[in-house]
């Protein structure tokens, strides 16, 4: 009797061992997938913002830039954004006069109108937009890839020119590859991934902007 009861007990562990390995089986791939969309939108995040400064530089100084301190640096501490803003001199404006009705140049040169230019700081001017809120600690923060936690390393930066119509148009691009993304990860699984990646023919990592196309486009948009 004992030994039958001994017997029923070693199977149910057996049961119950073949169990949780079934389940870590399944959930494995899906934890995998759960953590692989967390980075992924991570570095979207970093990777948009990223794409805003560059965007930000080549208004200013008609370039892009491959370098992180310059970016920073230059965005952040120079008043270089030209401004020119349009103002209105209505003590100026004859009551039967309507402006609307003339051209800027006319306007300019009856003297009804005027144009101020104006440096300002090219950060402050994105906060102004209320399209960009990141602070300064924030943005110095951008080149870094937000994973893996215990590895610190920057995000590729590369910026030039290329031939288009005869003219040189500036490009970025600015990405970070899938094995270093996820090197702390199960290696098989990343294998897989960034295999099934190559047969659909996709980039292995994410970035935004082309050093081949004047494109801006991020590849997990």
């Not at 934890?31 to 692989?36: C, I, L, P």
């Not at 952040?76 to 209505?90: A, H, Q, W």
């Not at 991934?193 to 082309?210: C, H």
Request: hydrophobic share 35%.
């Amino acid at each position: 009797m004992k030994s039958k009861t001994l017997i029923q007990i070693l199977l149910g562990i057996v049961i119950i061992g073949l169990a949780v390995a079934l389940y870590m089986s399944v959930m494995k791939p899906v934890k995998f997938d759960n953590e692989y969309t967390k980075r992924r939108d991570a570095c979207a995040e970093k990777l948009k913002a990223i794409r805003t400064l560059e965007e930000a530089y080549k208004n200013t100084y008609g370039c892009y830039t491959g370098s992180f301190d310059t970016l920073f640096n230059r965005l952040m501490n120079e008043d270089s954004l030209r401004v020119v803003n349009k103002n209105i001199n209505y003590d100026k404006i004859p009551e039967d006069v309507d402006i609307n009705e003339m051209t800027e140049a006319d306007q300019i040169k009856a003297g009804y109108v005027s144009r101020v230019t104006e440096y300002v700081n090219p950060i402050d001017n994105l906060r102004k937009s209320g399209k960009f809120k990141l602070t300064d600690e924030e943005i110095l923060n951008l080149r870094y890839v937000p994973y893996p936690r215990d590895k610190k390393y920057d995000f590729d930066l590369k910026a030039g020119f290329i031939e288009k119509s005869g003219y040189q148009m500036p490009v970025f691009e600015c990405l970070v590859n899938m094995e270093d993304l996820l090197a702390d990860m199960d290696h098989q699984l990343v294998v897989n991934k960034i295999a099934e990646l190559v047969q659909n023919q996709r980039f292995t990592g994410w970035k935004v902007g082309d050093m081949t196309q004047t494109i801006t486009d991020g590849n997990f948009e």
